[in-house]
């Protein structure tokens, strides 16, 4: 049937992808390296955090959050930013594989999405940088860490909005199958609107207790 | 010349508008009536936050910018991003007018780019009332006033990011001419992309002060 590209595993089915190459991994080892490294730079940041004086178990916490997310938004998405032809790799090159089977959930980043690649962009140039400082700035009480994590995981809320909405606009006919939408779109999305929203609403108390802590003192000068 | 379209001023020219009605009122119309509410809503702030006790001019300053741009997100850009068929506007509707004149500038309005509806989407309903919000914060002086303008400045700043990134991935060829180009896609967008940087910056230096004074306060405390 004409506009049928049977090439590659993706839907829409009519979406056009020449010289795609299949994945070469299969889903379990592309997730148990993510996993394993995942739990490698946590397990590090909890322990030597651990030996550095008064720091409190949910900074400690945020601190192998910001580090956990950092590295995959320079690394992961990084990649993905800058690799206009990932899906036509043909060595098993894990980053290339990582997006080949998430494209499984969401088409549009093997189509290149104009929206998707920008929010990618961003996340991957500013946001994984400045995570990785937020770590920095909780682990040394430096006094923007509060505005930092805040800006930094409004941001994440702010690219999972754009991305969520306008695939809804598109029609929200990119995943697979069921599975791959629940799966890949839906649930490993799901991290970066759950903990960005708790620490944004744990941020803004904290900032707003501050303030006012800084209104009274200015008060009491007068 | 198959796929081109006459019946629209918009560029690319082979963009499909089915049943597009030209815009009826010129230019200098449409510019005047923004201008003119525009002042008038910043006049009305400027004097009634003139007459409460204790605001400083460059609050009062904030709180004209916040009322112009909440009304701007809310009125304007709301209903680009729920009139999804503005272009074919029979009447002359002030509201379709503006989008028809804008999309000289950028045609992603009237094709509707996924991109562009989800971010004026998210920018007329959260960004719209929570800056008519920051005009009562900064009016009564809430604890909670610099986190919320660097929260909506900071968004505008992504939201713009995101539109420009988004057109440029695409080719940047939306101008029905360079002097639409540079003066609705440029120097029209040109405010949003100033005036929250330094909102951005003014939040983020005085947050930083309130926290220091806070941690100060719990040394002092032990």
């Not at 994945?23 to 651990?50: D, E, K």
């Not at 980053?95 to 929206?115: F, N």
């Not at 690649?117 to 700035?137: F, K, M, N, W």
């Not at 702010?158 to 929200?172: H, K």
């Amino acid at each position: 049937m004409a506009g049928i590209d049977t090439s590659h595993p993706y839907v829409p089915r009519d979406l056009h992808l020449p010289d795609f190459v299949p994945g070469f991994l299969p889903q379990s080892t592309i997730l148990a390296v993510y996993g394993l490294s995942s739990f490698l730079v946590v397990s590090l940041v909890w322990l030597i955090s651990g030996r550095a004086p008064k720091i409190s178990k949910i900074d400690r916490l945020l601190m192998c959050w910001w580090a956990f997310t950092g590295l995959t938004h320079i690394i992961l998405e990084g990649y993905f930013a800058f690799s206009t032809e990932f899906y036509k790799e043909k060595t098993p090159c894990y980053l290339a594989e990582v997006w080949k089977e998430y494209s499984k959930g969401d088409s549009r980043y093997a189509a290149r999405d104009a929206g998707v690649v920008a929010v990618e962009g961003i996340t991957a140039v500013l946001e994984g940088p400045a995570s990785l400082l937020a770590v920095y700035a909780i682990g040394t009480k430096k006094p923007y860490n509060f505005i930092l994590q805040f800006a930094i995981s409004l941001g994440q809320l702010y690219g999972l909005a754009v991305y969520f909405i306008a695939s809804y606009l598109e029609g929200d006919n990119f995943a697979a199958s069921p599975y791959y939408y629940y799966a890949y779109y839906i649930a490993a999305n799901a991290s970066w609107s759950v903990i960005p929203l708790l620490i944004v609403i744990r941020c803004w108390k904290k900032i707003s207790a501050a303030s006012q802590v800084q209104d009274q003192k200015k008060s009491k000068a007068r």
